[in-house]
């Protein structure tokens, strides 16, 4: 038996809580992969070359995509190291708070029960920005000026 499956307590109170926990049960349980993922990295560091496997892109190609060097960014930011993070993949490193917000904002909506979709211009113009935003970082990655950027 899980806390969402006890018996009530008998006030609405707590019939009203079980009903919020399995509302935002999905977002419990990302939040749960994302930490073990996160956890899996930090304990396995893919600073080492093969260890997580290796990009097909890369590989195949010979150029990093927008990715290669995210488990880095991540292992970095596990080990508080905000600065190596951004050096191995800033597009990951930039993109995590926005993530997080969204995630938050969306918990906070399904507990309330206000679910409020983001306006549909809104979400048209932040993806059309975003998708801009990684091409333009994978492009500039792979040339001699943003060389910088590379993993």
């Known amino acids: 038996m899980t806390l969402l499956d006890a ?6 109170r707590s019939g009203s809580r079980r009903v919020r926990l ?3 049960r999905p ?4 939040a749960g992969v994302v930490l073990l993922l996160s956890l899996a ?3 396995r560091d893919p600073h ?4 997580w496997g290796f990009c097909p892109w890369l590989l195949s190609t010979g150029t990093a995509c927008p990715g290669c060097g995210g488990l880095r960014a991540i292992n970095d930011l ?12 800033l597009l990951v490193v930039s993109a995590l708070p926005i993530v997080a917000a969204l995630w938050a904002r969306s918990l906070v909506q399904t507990w309330r029960d206000r679910r409020r979709p983001l306006p549909a211009p809104l979400v048209a113009v932040a993806s059309g ?11 500039a990655r792979n040339t001699s000026a943003g060389s ?3 993993p």
Request: glycine share 8%; charged share 15%; hydrophobic share 55%.
């Open 48 to 51: 080492d070359q093969g260890s």
């Open 41 to 43: 990295l930090h304990l």
């Open 148 to 150: 910088w950027l590379a």
């Open 129 to 139: 920005i975003g998708l801009v935003a990684m091409v333009v970082f994978w492009v």
């Open 78 to 89: 596990t080990h508080g190291d905000v600065a190596a993070a951004a050096s191995s993949n």
């Open 22 to 24: 399995r509302r935002v």
């Open 7 to 12: 018996p009530d307590a008998g006030t609405e």
């Open 27 to 30: 977002h419990l349980v990302l």
